[in-house]
């Protein structure tokens, strides 16, 4: 059963507007949360993290809104750019703030147009 | 900084053949992490190591084994492969439990 689940496989969006990404998650015992892009022959690069005592957490052209009443997480990218085209992938954690061991989703494949 | 390196970059086994694959954290990073990501899949924690020893393990068969040097490196071992352990094995190394930084990965195929 997965217990991090990202419903969308891909997304596309115009360069300049704002791409969501969204994350659902079942294990209401996690406590931490954080967003990941993948190129295509690297490892997931951080992102964004933000922990369950926060509802929203900001870094430049990223905001990533935590609603753990539906454990629902999502990822802002405003505006969007043609190297924000990647793979994304939500992960979870119970470790009491700290990263132990990571349950990811299945990931989103953003891509963004010129 | 090199970042964490992982080697080799592919490798391909044969069903019931035995792999290792190796890390190199990052420096200053004495925590390093094994996962393995199926295509189409996210990756899938297989265990963690900290001063040495196994700290925490996945849903992972004991064919999956692990040992983490002094240095801090570490290196994962498959026995018995199967078919169904080709992968993209990625390794994460950390200081702690602190963020986890992704090596680009081996990636593991099995005829």
């Known amino acids: 059963d997965q217990q991090v689940k990202q419903n969308s496989p891909s997304l596309s969006v115009q360069e300049g507007r704002i791409s969501i990404l969204n994350c659902d998650y079942t294990n209401s015992m996690f406590d931490y949360f954080l967003w990941y892009k993948k190129y295509p022959a690297e490892g997931p690069t951080f992102l964004i993290s933000i922990s369950s005592i926060k509802d929203k957490n900001e870094d430049g052209r990223f905001t990533v809104f935590l609603n753990k009443s539906a454990k629902h997480l999502s990822l802002h990218i405003v505006p969007s750019q043609p190297g924000d085209s990647a793979v994304y992938f939500c992960a979870a954690s119970a470790g009491g703030g700290s990263q132990g061991n990571l349950i990811f989703g299945k990931g989103t494949k953003l891509s963004v147009k010129p | 900084d090199a970042g964490v390196t992982q080697s080799p970059t592919h490798l391909i086994k044969t069903r019931g053949q035995q792999v290792t694959l190796r890390c190199s954290p990052k420096s200053g990073h004495d925590t390093v992490s094994w996962y393995q990501q199926a295509l189409g899949q996210g990756p899938q924690f297989i265990f963690q190591y900290y001063e040495e020893e196994e700290r925490q393990r996945g849903n992972f068969p004991d064919r999956f084994s692990g040992h983490q040097f002094p240095n801090y490196s570490s290196e994962l071992n498959v026995n018995a492969l199967l078919l169904g352990d080709s992968a993209l094995y990625l390794c994460?190394?950390?200081?702690?439990?602190?963020?986890?930084?992704f090596g680009p990965g081996t990636r593991l195929t099995v005829t």
């Open positions: 994460a190394s950390s200081l702690s439990r602190d963020e986890q930084y």
